[in-house]
């Protein structure tokens, strides 16, 4: 298996601008998150899913930001509109069969909004 | 991360030296705590992970203790080398049902050679 794929690697957008990140899992997986890491704030538990349904998204900042998750193997992390402070490193994660497993982190999108 | 506290922010240690590093938790019903490094510009990984039936789990240079009374577990590596050199971050269980993980604010650790 491939391992957990996220695009784009990097995206610069000026403020204002709707970003869209994207995350497969690894195939079987069952459990989905999103995370955001800055120097400020550390990892940051945004949203996770469980069977493509969403479980906890108390860590979404803001209705700026939004997640879906149509299928068992894709997800997309929205922020509309985007400002500066959302400048981030955004990683999704997957486990298997339990949130109490190992979470396999994608490499992670370097978002920058300008 | 909130409920998780974790200490030192950053470690520097000789080679071959020992590291440890320890986090607090607040919620007694917490039972999974796992460990990931992270390297520079590279996404976290598992190192290792205890649950609460158990005191001590080793593998190799690395283990993790978990103390329940007190609320703590903390990461021993020994004989460190310089690759060992990452950020560490703890994280445990958090909510009602403990139905989320939360993460440590994370330590740096500097192995000199």
């Known amino acids: 298996d491939a391992g957990v794929i996220q695009s784009p690697r990097h995206e610069v957008t000026e403020m204002g601008q709707e970003v869209t990140l994207r995350c497969k899992p690894i195939?079987?997986?069952?459990?989905l998150f999103w995370y955001r890491q800055t120097m400020m704030r550390g990892l940051e538990l945004l949203i996770y899913?469980?069977?493509?349904?969403?479980?906890?998204d108390s860590g979404m900042p803001e209705d700026r930001f939004s997640a879906k998750m149509p299928n068992a193997s894709f997800s997309t992390l929205k922020i509309q509109p985007s400002e500066p402070r959302d400048s981030a490193v955004y990683f999704c994660?997957?486990?298997?069969?339990?949130?109490?497993?190992?979470?396999?982190f994608g490499p992670g999108t370097r978002l920058t909004v300008l | 991360g909130e409920n998780v506290e974790q200490h030192p922010s950053t470690l520097s240690v000789q080679e071959g030296d020992s590291a440890v590093i320890k986090c607090t938790y607040s919620?007694?019903?917490?039972?999974?705590f796992p460990w990931y490094k992270q390297e520079l510009g590279k996404r976290p990984q598992l190192i290792i992970d205890?649950?609460?039936?158990?005191g001590e789990k080793k593998d190799q240079r690395i283990a993790v203790t978990l103390n329940k009374t007190a609320k703590h577990f903390s990461l021993h590596i020994t004989e460190t080398q310089p690759e060992d050199s990452a950020v560490y971050f703890c994280?445990?269980?958090?909510?009602?049902?403990?139905?989320?993980?939360?993460f440590g604010a994370g330590t740096i650790l500097r192995v000199k050679s």
């Open positions: 994660a997957s486990s298997l069969r339990s949130l109490y497993n190992e979470q396999f």
């Open positions: 195939s079987g997986h069952d459990y």
């Open positions: 899913f469980n069977n493509n349904v969403p479980i906890d």
């Open positions: 919620d007694s019903a917490s039972n999974y």
């Open positions: 205890i649950r609460s039936n158990v």
């Open positions: 994280a445990a269980p958090k909510g009602e049902y403990g139905n989320k993980l939360v």
